[in-house]
């Protein structure tokens, strides 16, 4: 019996189309840039801190008032912030003793969507 899945997963032909070939590496973006895109979709790989970020989307939250919304406690939202920090996804701003975190700009929003998007649009 053959198998359908085989059937376009590979290329039999011999001949390289250079001018497709040549205008995609012309608009590639820089390893180094793919590298960090690659990472930065890396963090969005865990429901925790795609929770957080929802959180966010909302509201400019405190590590406290995010831990009890997830039922967590304060390290491991702690943690977790500081990951989306170290991505550029959050910011922090500094109130007395209290740091609230919100979205680091509006990009943010945009790429979750687009995501929340293409996991919905077939139901």
Not at 19 to 34: A, G, Q, T, Y
Not at 49 to 78: G, H, P, W
Not at 112 to 122: A, P
């Amino acid at each position: 019996m053959k198998d359908n899945k085989t059937d376009f997963e590979r290329c039999d032909c011999t001949i390289i189309h250079e001018n497709v070939v040549n205008s995609v590496r012309d608009i590639m973006p820089l390893e180094e840039d793919l590298y960090d895109l690659a990472e930065v979709f890396k963090v969005f790989g865990d429901s925790t801190r795609i929770k957080i970020l929802y959180a966010l989307f909302a509201s400019e939250m405190c590590v406290c008032d995010i831990a009890a919304l997830l039922n967590m406690t304060q390290s491991a939202i702690s943690h977790q912030l500081r990951v989306l920090k170290q991505a550029r996804l959050v910011k922090y701003r500094k109130e007395g003793k209290v740091v609230y975190y919100s979205l680091d700009d509006e990009h943010v929003k945009q790429i979750f969507d687009q995501g929340l998007n293409h996991v919905t649009e077939k139901r």
